[in-house]
């Protein structure tokens, strides 16, 4: 055989020996919020940022422990009024305090 000839043959074992298909895999999407083990709930880590975010605007932020959950059953209500913060924003930030407070 020439040299043209086992050039030939050889792709042709090659593609032979190909595979036919190919798996696709798509990408794993994230959930808009990681919980971790920082957090018990996406609702808390959400309302940790969402605290952050919202509470620091017009002042300081406190530190949540300073304050009993009482205190903040009365505090996140009447700031969330003054800030015009929704409801579900609202309690987000409220279990998100009530949890840090007892810890």
């Known amino acids: 055989m020439n040299k043209?000839?086992?050039?030939a043959v050889g792709i042709v074992v090659l593609a032979a020996c190909a595979p036919k298909t190919a798996e696709v895999i798509s990408p794993v999407e994230k959930p808009a919020t990681v919980v971790t083990s920082e957090f018990p709930?996406?609702?808390i880590a959400e309302g940790s940022k969402?605290?952050?975010?919202?509470?620091?605007?017009?002042?300081?932020?406190?530190?949540?422990?300073?304050?009993?959950?009482?205190?903040?059953?009365?505090?996140?209500?009447?700031?969330?009024a003054l800030a015009k913060i929704d409801a579900t924003k609202e309690n987000k930030i409220l279990q998100y305090v009530l949890w840090k407070s007892i810890r």
Do not use: R
């Open 50 to 80: 969402l605290y952050a975010e919202n509470c620091g605007k017009c002042h300081a932020l406190k530190t949540v422990t300073d304050f009993s959950s009482e205190q903040w059953h009365k505090i996140v209500p009447n700031m969330s």
């Open 41 to 43: 709930s996406t609702e």
């Open 4 to 7: 043209l000839s086992l050039i």
